[in-house]
T-cell receptor, first 114, second 114 residues
């Protein structure tokens, strides 16, 4: 069975510093995608970044990058130069290729301090 | 850019009452999903649809029914609301669930059952 584990319920980071949000996953599938979503206090779910299981390079989207270590089954989100607006809940998610079910982790709440 | 629109945004029900949550998307997506979000549990899939006229059960379908009479709309019904159904409900849509296709989410419906 697929499973996503986010071990950090809450994280604090100083403004302008980098922060890493951990995500480990468990799957027996060979082809799958990993996603990170941001949920600010207003409640909407915002897609941030995607990594495919066969991608050799780590994904990057602006200040977001995904540190993908396939052998360790980890897909950590790195946010560089944190901003106050980055304070939010962050969810790691996974879906197998062609599958309809996306599995979400429990989330990590990030607090950015001024 | 409407994207995925959910109505209503908030609702309070009494135990035993019924209601329908409406999800509408304007991106011509084939696939639509209903999730519930509970504290500490991430998002869990209730039902999903792979096209007009089709529906399927997700991870937590009990107590809910769905219908997809039109491609752009996906309705979630509670026939007899229970306090355990107090949650935030998210609708999402996507093209074919290839691994690199993120789901697009609505802003959520906060539902309280008294």
């Amino acid at each position: 069975a697929q499973k996503i584990t986010q071990t950090q319920p809450g994280m604090f980071v100083q403004e302008k510093e980098a922060v890493t949000l951990d995500c480990t996953y468990d799957t027996s599938d060979q082809s799958y995608g990993l996603f990170w979503y941001k949920q600010p206090s207003s409640g909407e779910m915002i897609f941030l970044i995607y990594q495919g299981s066969y991608d050799e390079q780590n994904a990057t989207e602006g200040r977001y990058s995904l540190n993908f270590q396939k052998a360790r089954k980890s897909a950590n989100l790195v946010i560089s130069a944190s901003q106050l607006g980055d304070s939010a809940m962050y969810f790691c998610a996974m879906r197998k290729n062609g599958g309809f079910k996306t599995i979400f982790g429990a989330g990590t709440r990030l607090f950015v301090k001024a | 850019n409407a994207g995925v629109t959910q109505t209503p945004k908030f609702r309070v029900l009494k135990t035993g009452q019924s209601m329908t949550l409406l999800c509408a998307q304007d991106m011509n997506h084939e696939y639509m999903y209903w999730y519930r979000q509970d504290p500490g549990m991430g998002l869990r899939l209730i039902h999903y649809s792979v096209g007009e006229g089709t529906t399927a059960k997700g991870e937590v379908p009990d107590g809910y029914n769905v219908s997809r009479l039109k491609k752009q709309n996906f309705l979630l019904g509670l026939e007899s609301a229970a306090p355990s159904q107090t949650s935030v409900y998210f609708c999402a849509s996507s093209y074919f669930p290839h691994i690199n296709q993120p789901q697009h989410f609505g802003d959520g419906t906060r539902l309280s059952i008294l």
